[in-house]
């Protein structure tokens, strides 16, 4: 919910453009959707056309990535949440206490799609938004491999917090 709020604040004119990328989405014309630490990339089928998309999001520095490792040790539920597939709202909003937000501000995503609409955003990049948020919806580790540590990345620094031996 929290990404596509972000979404529909990019732009007042926006709305009509995202409530089409969201038919897209639902109606399967993204595709090919993947994911790496400050990206996210898709295709999208728009006719007999095909548009290739890139979300881009700000990844965190190491200081940043500190503060979220010491947040999540902090209160173990958090930990237990981000296993079982959610992001805690306790974590959400410590994070938030130190000035770190785990979902992107409009100031931290940029991105880009072939189809010459140059508006922000385009139906095709609103329909990756869309299917973005249902995929974070279903596995929080995605939202920290934008943010710049997959998931073994993350449960590598919780070990090494922990002094727990590397599972390498």
């Known amino acids: 919910r929290r990404w596509i709020t972000t979404l529909n604040d990019l732009d007042d004119s926006s709305a009509e453009r995202v409530a089409r990328g969201r038919t897209f989405a639902r109606r399967g014309r993204v595709q090919d959707l993947w994911f790496s630490p400050g990206l996210a990339a898709a295709v999208v089928a ?8 890139s979300v881009r999001v700000r990844i965190f520095e ?50 880009d799609c072939d189809c010459g609409d140059y508006r922000v955003p385009c139906v095709h990049t609103a329909a990756v938004h869309h299917l973005l948020a249902d995929a974070l ?13 997959n998931r073994e990345e993350l449960v590598e620094r919780l070990r090494a917090h922990w002094g727990a031996p590397s599972a390498a």
């Open 137 to 149: 919806d279903g596995d929080a580790f995605l939202l920290f491999t934008l943010r710049g540590y």
């Open 46 to 53: 728009d006719g007999d056309e095909e548009h290739h998309v």
């Open 62 to 111: 190491p200081s940043e990535w500190d503060i979220v490792v010491d947040t999540l040790v902090e209160d173990l539920q958090r930990v237990a949440g981000i296993i079982e597939g959610s992001v805690p709202r306790s974590l959400v909003t410590a994070l938030a206490r130190s000035g770190l937000n785990l979902v992107p501000s409009t100031a931290e995503l940029d991105g």
